[in-house]
C-alpha cells in the first residue's frame, strides 16, 4: 500500500516552454500533497504544499507564477513550471499525506532538463 | 524553529557488519513524529523507520532500527547485517504535531557498504 506515481520520470524541454508534471497516489486518498526540489547532493527542498480543493501554500522564495500547483481531487496534483529556464533543471519529487497515516509517501521523481 | 542535524556527511561499513547513523533535532513539541528516509541511487526516497514521540519503545524494523533518546533529542538508526542493497544516501526528518505533514529535513547521510 501507499504508492504514489510520478510522471513523466524525465523530461528535457527548450527554455521558454511550460513543463506539467502528475503526481497520484495510487492505493489511498492523499488529502495533502508536497512538492520539492532536490539540488544534487542536498535535502530535499520544499516548494510548496497542496491540499484537495483549496489553493496550495508556497515556501518563502517560491514563485507561485512559476511553478503552478493544482490538486483538483484525491488522488492528483500536478505542478506546471511555466516558461521553464535552464535554472529550473532539477530533480522534482512529490509526497503525499493521508490523514490515516501521519507519513509522506514519495513518488519516484522527475528529472527535468531545461536547454 | 525545528532543525533536525545529522553530523555526518558520509559513513562506510564492511557487508554484514552494523553501522550507526546520528540525527539530533530541535524543538519545543513534546508530541512529534521522527522518520528515517533512504534514498538510493535511483532517487527514490522510501521510508526506512518511523518513531512517534509518545511512545518510549524503539522502533524496529527487520534490520533497522532506532535508538530515540527523547530527553537528549537524539533519534539514531542502526542497520544491523548490512547489505550492499543499503547503500544509499539516509535522511533523518521530523513532524511536528500540528504541521500538516510538512517535514523538517537533516542534510543526510550518505553511506557507503565495503564488500
Known amino acids: 500500500g501507499a504508492v504514489v506515481s510520478q510522471h513523466p520520470s524525465r523530461v528535457i524541454c527548450k527554455s521558454g516552454t511550460s513543463v506539467k508534471i502528475e503526481c497520484r497516489s495510487l492505493?489511498?486518498?492523499?488529502?495533502?500533497m508536497f512538492w520539492y526540489r532536490q539540488f544534487p547532493k542536498q535535502s530535499l527542498m520544499l516548494m510548496a504544499t497542496s491540499n484537495e480543493g483549496s489553493k496550495a501554500t508556497y515556501e518563502q522564495g517560491v514563485e507561485k507564477d512559476k511553478f503552478l500547483i493544482n490538486h483538483a481531487s484525491l488522488t492528483l496534483s500536478t505542478l506546471t513550471v511555466t516558461s521553464a529556464h535552464p535554472e529550473d533543471s532539477s530533480f522534482y519529487i512529490c509526497?503525499?499525506?493521508?490523514?490515516?497515516?501521519?507519513?509522506?509517501?514519495f513518488g519516484p521523481g522527475t528529472r527535468l532538463l531545461v536547454l | 524553529a525545528q532543525t533536525v542535524t545529522q553530523s555526518q556527511p558520509e559513513m562506510s561499513v564492511q557487508e554484514a557488519e552494523t553501522v550507526t547513523l546520528s540525527c539530533t533535532y530541535d524543538?519545543?513539541?513534546?508530541?512529534?513524529?521522527l522518520f528515517w528516509y533512504k534514498q538510493p541511487p535511483s532517487r527514490q526516497m522510501i521510508l526506512v523507520i518511523r518513531?512517534?514521540?509518545?511512545k518510549q519503545q524503539n522502533a524496529t524494523e527487520n534490520r533497522f532500527s532506532v535508538n530515540f533518546q527523547k530527553a537528549a533529542k537524539s533519534f539514531s538508526l542502526k542497520i544491523s547485517d548490512s547489505q550492499l542493497g543499503d547503500a544509499a544516501m539516509y535522511f533523518c526528518?521530523?513532524?511536528?504535531?500540528?504541521?500538516?505533514?510538512?517535514?523538517?529535513w537533516g542534510a543526510g547521510t550518505k553511506l557507503i557498504i565495503k564488500p
Open positions: 524543538t519545543s513539541e513534546s508530541d512529534y513524529y
Open positions: 492505493d489511498f486518498q492523499a488529502t495533502t
Open positions: 526528518a521530523y513532524r511536528g504535531p500540528d504541521s500538516n505533514y510538512q517535514l523538517i
Open positions: 518513531q512517534e514521540a509518545y
Open positions: 509526497s503525499a499525506g493521508d490523514r490515516g497515516f501521519e507519513t509522506q509517501y
